[in-house]
């Protein structure tokens, strides 16, 4: 399982930026995917999660009806749809994955995980 992140950048506050995680190696058909962020001196965050079907996405009360998680499974890849960001939205932003019928929110309960991608709001 490989797991490449993308789309991190500096935005204003209020802006918008999409964040990518493509998928490949195997068939990721039973998986979960999720999205994680860390910031500086903080523990690992649950931001987002959706089942590789899409039939179920969960978000974190932090983000909820600001980001929106999607897919694309002919190009296996997640996005994460950041919208109205805050300065406390700034962290690295990992995409991560584990086999499993239910959505974890722990990131303990994920298996495979990409590399970073940092995203900056300034105020």
């Known amino acids: 399982v490989q797991l490449q992140a993308s789309g991190g950048g500096l935005v204003q506050t209020g802006g918008s930026l999409r964040l990518s995680c493509a998928a490949s190696?195997?068939?990721?058909?039973?998986?979960?995917m999720g999205w994680f962020r860390q910031a500086p001196g903080k523990e690992r965050e649950f931001v987002a999660a959706?089942?590789?079907?899409?039939?179920?996405?969960v978000y974190s009360d932090s983000v909820k009806g600001r980001f929106t998680i999607s897919r694309d499974n002919a190009k296996n890849t997640r996005y994460l749809q950041m919208n109205s960001l805050k300065p406390e939205d700034t962290a690295v932003y990992y995409c991560?994955?584990?086999?499993?019928?239910?959505?974890?929110?722990?990131?303990?309960?994920?298996?495979?995980w990409g590399q970073g991608t940092l995203v900056t709001v300034s105020s």
């Open positions: 959706i089942t590789w079907g899409g039939g179920r996405a």
């Open positions: 190696g195997r068939a990721y058909s039973g998986y979960v």
């Open positions: 991560a994955a584990v086999y499993a019928s239910v959505v974890p929110t722990t990131a303990s309960s994920y298996d495979y």
